[in-house]
């Protein structure tokens, strides 16, 4: 692959200061790169680091050892501010549950994307409008999150995750508080518009039936040992 | 979408917090402008209706009631004087004009000041001639023709529907509160209405000095024996330039049996005790105003647990610590300016029933839109003081961690 890869990580660990005094260490991995327009679902039992590794990989938090790269990026060569600014032009996230401000509407909600990031542009509000009729929510652009279903809000979050054009999109457990039907039809969301955004998706989750929809698969435990694409 | 716009947002997402932190600062604003308005208003009137006579003489007493009673009409006159020491004041050509206060009498809620034409060549306040807006002052009274002419200020004529040609009785004591006796013969004619002056005298029936002592049943030579001298309240005095008012001054103040008041001095320093009551008040307020932004950084501090996972998206999302700092800042300030907005229109609120009061007191009157420019201050002030309160939410939305925020759902 002629091209650089969109997630290059190398010797890393990271511990987290455990109650009793010592530490725990939450995640290690060897050598992983991913590249771009990948599309890979992540597993791995509860505490293996599954979260902590995404946020590695948006800058939220850096590793105590070894080197994280995104998009080309050291991370741990950036500022706090720089990571910011890094995170809200380069990565989308997706969370489980509750990933939208409930004081704003669907399409405020879109909005506030570009506005926090700092990256607020003439198209934005044409944008979110787009983006919310491709996710099937034209008309609940008014409506804020208490008046959606779940499925709905993550559509909603996958849309406003996908406002800034992010080259990848990280998303922990996005169907983690679905049932069956809608959980299909969010994925299935998520790999089209993953697709049609150019972006690299990278999908946290412990569900078999998730996990059966990706092209590529990956057991957290192993990372620790060697390389995986 | 913009910044303010998340603010406001916010804000109304915790609409009754918002409006009970507004509400507190509105409170403390709007008495600090209610207060400070009315004072200075009526600082301004009532040394404005003071200021018109050099020196008011009356009988031994207090100065201070004298000028209350004479000028104010506010508690009863204390005793009488001859009315020689008037004419006295009068040949005296140190003095300007003299003319003369007899106090003692009501029409209804109303006093009826016995006084001489001259007054009408005075004026209410500075700039404020005394003048009918309807008909004419009183004649000189003359005992053979028995005209009993009365003048009534703007206010009476308008309360109790006077015109030139009404007719009034008046009663006795100055208490409407007692049930006085009537002077049921000779009622008092109407012959003419005082444009409005916004002192006093809009509160007042003017009559003819001399008329009331005629007046049937008229105490005011009682106990004195057939043949006294007519007694009176009081003299208001101008002199013919301040050095002469001084002189007259002291000159007075030697005498037995009168007492001069410098009514301007006397209300300055009525005003002066009151001031220091309403800069008290003032304080409080202001204190108000502290302990309503207190209130705002208290209830933004209890709300933040609630906000923790918003403002850890708002991280995800790649905004700067000081972006989600500032919001914080600017929702205090933005409640801040909302009620110090709404303070402003209570203050002027306030003034306006306290001008009422104060007008149905004592005739003075207030400007209720008599904005200051140290309101601008004033909110400016408010406004910071609650953006000051906005920094301790806006230093723990600065310490939100984005892993721990976001985790734990
Ligand atoms: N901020 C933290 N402080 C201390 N320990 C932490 C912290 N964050 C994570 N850990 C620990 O690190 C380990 C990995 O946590 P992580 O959240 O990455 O697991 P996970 O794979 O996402 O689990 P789950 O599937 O339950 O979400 C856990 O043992 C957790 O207790
Ligand atoms: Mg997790």
């Not at chain 2, 008037?86 to 000041?113: I, S, Y």
């Not at chain 2, 002419?149 to 309360?159: K, Y």
């Amino acid at each position: 692959m002629a091209e650089r890869p969109v997630i290059r990580m190398e010797g890393v660990a990271k511990s987290f200061p455990s109650p009793d005094g010592g530490s725990l260490e939450a995640l290690r991995v060897g050598r992983w790169e991913v590249e771009a327009g990948a599309q890979t679902a992540l597993t791995g039992d509860s505490g293996s680091g599954k979260t902590t590794l995404l946020h590695l990989l948006a800058g939220v938090i850096l590793p105590d050892r070894g080197r994280v790269e995104v998009l080309g990026t050291d991370l741990a060569s950036l500022p706090e501010a720089g990571r910011d600014r890094f995170r809200g032009a380069s990565v989308g996230l997706v969370f489980q549950s509750l990933n939208l401000f409930p004081h704003l509407d669907a399409e405020e909600n879109l909005l506030a994307a570009p506005l926090l990031a700092g990256r607020k542009a003439p198209g934005d509000a044409e944008r979110a409008r787009s983006l919310l009729a491709r996710v099937g929510l034209e008309g609940r652009a008014r409506h804020r999150p208490g008046q959606m279903s779940l499925g709905e809000q993550q559509r909603v979050a996958i849309a406003r995750a996908l406002m800034n054009r992010p080259p990848l999109l990280l998303c922990d457990e996005p169907t983690g508080s679905l049932d069956g039907r809608r959980r299909d039809e969010v994925v299935a969301l998520l790999r089209e518009m993953a697709a049609e955004n150019g972006a690299t998706l990278l999908v946290v989750t412990h569900d078999d039936a998730v996990v059966a929809a990706f092209p590529s698969r990956l057991a957290i435990r192993d990372l620790a040992g060697g390389a995986a694409s | 979408m913009t910044l303010e716009r998340l603010v406001l947002r916010s804000l109304r997402h915790r609409l009754l917090a918002t409006v009970l932190s507004a509400l507190s600062i509105a409170l403390g604003v709007g008495l600090v402008v209610g207060i400070d308005t009315l004072r200075r208003e009526a600082r301004a009137n009532f040394e404005g209706a003071a200021g018109t006579w050099d020196l008011v003489v009356g009988p031994k007493g207090s100065p201070m009631a004298l000028t209350l009673s004479s000028l104010f009409h506010l508690g009863e006159a204390t005793d009488t004087m001859p009315v020689s020491a008037l004419e006295r004041l009068r040949a005296d050509p140190r003095v300007a004009l003299a003319v003369p206060v007899v106090l003692g009498d009501r029409f209804h809620e109303f006093r009826v000041v016995g006084t001489s034409e001259d007054l009408f060549r005075a004026e209410a306040r500075r700039g404020v001639p005394i003048r009918c807006a309807e008909g004419r002052p009183f004649a000189s009274f003359d005992p053979a023709a028995r005209n009993f002419e009365a003048v009534a200020g703007a206010t009476v004529a308008a309360r109790e529907g006077l015109r030139p040609g009404s007719v009034l009785t008046a009663a006795h004591g100055m208490d409407e509160r007692i049930e006085g006796e009537e002077h049921d013969e000779a009622p008092w004619t109407v012959t003419g209405v005082l444009a409005p002056t916004g002192t006093p005298l809009d509160r007042v029936v003017l009559v003819h000095a001399a008329a009331t002592w005629a007046m049937e049943g008229h105490d005011a030579t009682a106990g004195r024996g057939e043949g006294a001298e007519p007694r009176i309240s009081s003299v208001l005095v101008k002199a013919a330039n301040p050095l002469l008012a001084g002189a007259l001054f002291f000159e007075v103040r030697s005498s037995e049996t009168l007492t001069p008041a410098r009514p301007f001095l006397e209300v300055r320093s009525l005003l002066d005790l009151v001031g220091s009551a309403d800069r008290l008040l003032v304080a409080v307020s202001v204190l108000v105003v502290v302990v309503a932004a207190l209130g705002i950084l208290v209830s933004m501090i209890s709300g933040m647990r609630a906000r923790r996972r918003d403002l850890a998206m708002m991280r995800a999302l790649g905004a700067p610590r000081r972006v989600l700092a500032g919001l914080m800042v600017g929702e205090a300030a933005t409640t801040g300016a909302f009620g110090a907005g709404l303070g402003l229109l209570l203050g002027h609120g306030i003034v306006a029933a306290g001008a009422a009061a104060l007008t149905e007191w004592t005739g003075v009157r207030v400007r209720p839109t008599a904005f200051a420019p140290e309101e601008i201050l004033l909110f400016a002030g408010a406004v910071g003081i609650c953006a000051l309160a906005g920094l301790l939410p806006a230093a723990a939305a600065w310490r939100t961690e984005v892993a721990e925020g976001l985790s734990g759902e």
